[in-house]
Each structure stands twice: as structure tokens, then as C-alpha cells.
């Protein structure tokens, strides 16, 4: 069975710092996406960044990258020069299917970032 | 509209009282998703809808629980004889199947508080 975790509930960082989240999954399947989403106290899921586990190369997207290690099976999230809209809780979640966009997202526990001033 | 809608936001139910929450998937999206998320925890997997073909509802903790999705577009989850363990957020998704790289798109969530 597919199974996300994310052992950090609650990680905190200064302004202007870098931070990783961590994140390693467990699947049998070769095909599969792994994302980011951001949810603030307000509740929206804000989707952040996406590898597939064909790309060959780190996903990144504007102060967000992922640093994916295949053969580790973890996908941590690299947040750089944090801000202090950066606070919320981060999920990570898989799908299955790196070719298709239909399957159902896992997601791991969160963990809440805390950027301090 | 340009986002995934739901309605209403937020709902009280009594325990025992049936309760219903609205979907407005993103127009012409044809994967639609439900998701309950427990408060501190990661959002769980409920039914997936194709179209109007509810393909997976391998997630429906019970058969209190039921989903719809009758012309395609608007979905309703519907729960019956609610109990205070249904008390969570209520989160619907939307997609295209050859977005690959997005994912799902989230609407705000129904947060249902059960007494």
C-alpha cells in the first residue's frame, strides 16, 4: 500500500533562512507523482510544486525546489529565504501515476513551519 | 467561477441529523475528488468521480456516507445519521486528466461540526 510520512510536526526557522521539509513515501508502483501543498490557517489547500518519478531532473518553482532522492524514496521540499507568509502546515502527498491524472492524492501527517521575524 | 466552490463553508448538525455539502468542480473539469481532514491531520481520501461515474468509493468510512455526481459537473456528499466523529473538514478537488504536473485544485472546504 502507498504510505506517506512526515516525521517533523512542527519545524521553525528565521526570516530570510532556508528550511527542508521532509518527506519519504513507500509505493511498489515505478509510476507515480509526488506534491506539495501548502495550507494556511485559512484552510485552502495551495498546491506548490510537483515531481514525477520519471523527471529526471529536481522540480523547483520560484524559492520552492524539491530535492528528490529516487532510490531513498524522499521528496523533501526546500523553501528558501523563508518569509513570514511562509507559515502554515505543509503536506506532501502522492499519486499514483506519473502519466495520468486520475488517481486519488495520499497524503502525509503535515508539518506545521513557523517563520520567525 | 475560476476556482473550486463549496457550500456551504462551515455547518452544525446535531447528532443523528442528515447533512449535505455542495462541490463546484472548476468548469470542465472531469475528475472530481472528496477528502476529509481531520483537524491536525493530513486530508484522507473519500470517492473519485469521473464525469458522472463515481469510479472509486473505496474511501466512505460507512454507508451513512453517500456521493453524487448526476450530470457531470456538481457533486453532493451527503451524510446521514451524522455522529461527532464525522466532525471534520470536507474537501473537494478537481482536475484534468492530462494536467499531469497540477494535480488537484482544492476548494475551501466544508468545516461540519457534529453536537
Known amino acids: 500500500a502507498q504510505k506517506i510520512t512526515q516525521t517533523q510536526p512542527g519545524m521553525f526557522v528565521q526570516e530570510k533562512e532556508a528550511v527542508t521539509l521532509d518527506c519519504t513515501y513507500d509505493t511498489s508502483d515505478p509510476s507515480y507523482g509526488l506534491f506539495w501543498y501548502k495550507q494556511p490557517s485559512s484552510g485552502e489547500m495551495i498546491f506548490l510544486i510537483y515531481?514525477?518519478?520519471?523527471?529526471?531532473q529536481n522540480a523547483t518553482e520560484g524559492r520552492y525546489s524539491l530535492n528528490f532522492q529516487k532510490a531513498r524514496k524522499s521528496a523533501n521540499l526546500v523553501i528558501s529565504a523563508s518569509q513570514l507568509g511562509d507559515s502554515a502546515m505543509y503536506f506532501c502527498?502522492?499519486?499514483?501515476?506519473?502519466?495520468?491524472?486520475?488517481?486519488?492524492?495520499?497524503f502525509g501527517q503535515g508539518t506545521t513551519l513557523q517563520v520567525k521575524p | 467561477g475560476a476556482g473550486v466552490s463549496q457550500s456551504p463553508r462551515y455547518k452544525v448538525a446535531k447528532r443523528g441529523q442528515d447533512v449535505a455539502l455542495r462541490c463546484d468542480p472548476i468548469s470542465g473539469h472531469v475528475s472530481l475528488f472528496w477528502y476529509q481532514q481531520a483537524l491536525g491531520q493530513g486530508p484522507e481520501f473519500l470517492t473519485y468521480?469521473?464525469?458522472?461515474?463515481?469510479?472509486?468509493k473505496s474511501g466512505l468510512p460507512s454507508d451513512r456516507f453517500f456521493a453524487e455526481r448526476p450530470e457531470g459537473s456538481v457533486s453532493t456528499l451527503k451524510i446521514q445519521r451524522t455522529q461527532q466523529e464525522d466532525s471534520a473538514v470536507y474537501l473537494c478537488?478537481?482536475?484534468?486528466?492530462?494536467?499531469?504536473?497540477?494535480?488537484?485544485?482544492f476548494g475551501p472546504g466544508t468545516r461540519l461540526t457534529v453536537l
Open positions: 468521480f469521473q464525469n458522472e461515474a463515481q469510479l472509486d
Open positions: 478537488a478537481s482536475s484534468l486528466p492530462g494536467l499531469v504536473q497540477w494535480g488537484q485544485f
Open positions: 515531481q514525477g518519478s520519471y523527471d529526471q
Open positions: 502527498a502522492m499519486r499514483e501515476g506519473a502519466t495520468s491524472n486520475t488517481g486519488k492524492l495520499i
